[in-house]
């Protein structure tokens, strides 16, 4: 049982550290335009707002809407709990919850395929980037399949899918939003305390998938707490020292997406019933994100023979 929690913690670490790529870059880009003082807080305060604000409350507040029949703290400690009430209700909020967070990993994960730039990692990845345009076409028919044997199951499980794909949207185009305007902030006059506020809100946008794709590994908030805590803190860290080492990790960000697929895969299986053993989403992510680490090194290794 320990040993199983302590994988489960280490698996969402690492998922949460590669997922956040993107927004160490982003965070490293503005700091560098920031005063020390403004920066430090950003390090020490910054850490308390990401990690427990954020990838605390946010998997405890989804659990708790999603399962009605339960009070707050209930919801907190669902499954460390004895009451036979509260994990009924938690069990049958489950496959709601998989399904939503399954589609929005499935469809973030096909949107980097087909429209988003990368370094090509895998054969056929530069032809399916030629084929953007079929990124909707693709998208809505699977999420049209879903919701057709969703359906057939209840009526709740279908419309958690088609959640999942609107909080996609949603979430993508703050994501982009906030994308574009990080090089005009940069160079910009804003006071520190703007880009403070801006930071905070891009790292809630951000922080999204790490949280939906947590479901994946457990239902367990504290788990969550700590696992994606840890991952935040890591995070940070590469945001101050090591941000050029982690964009000369060519197919780093490959890894991670292609883990979010996996992650997804496993969501939506277990959402139509599926019983996969607890230690796969773990596996999963140590292999894919593990494979595509050495990779990177090995091409890293490479261009300085070059």
Known sequence: MLAMMAV????LALFETVSSIDNAIINAEVLGTMGRKARRWFLTWGIFFAVFLVRGLLPWLIIWLATPGIGPVEALMAAFSSDHRVLAAVEGARPSLLMA?????VFLFLHWLFLEEKHFGLPGERFIARQGAWFYAIGSAALLAL???AQRRSGGLAFAAVLGS???FIIHGFKETAERQEAGLAGSAL????KLLYLEAIDLTFSIDGVLGAFAFTLSVPLILVGNGLGAVVVRQLTVGNI???RS???LKNGAMYSILGLGAVMVAEAFGAELPEWLTPLLT???VGWFFVKSLRADKARGRG
């Open 249 to 251: 990790l060519l197919y």
């Open 147 to 149: 919701v057709w044997f």
């Open 286 to 288: 140590f292999a894919i």
């Open 191 to 194: 006071s520190d305390l703007a």
């Open 8 to 11: 489960t913690v280490l698996g």
């Open 166 to 168: 609107t909080a996609f």
């Open 244 to 246: 050029e080492r982690i």
């Open 101 to 105: 967070g399954g589609v929005f990993l």
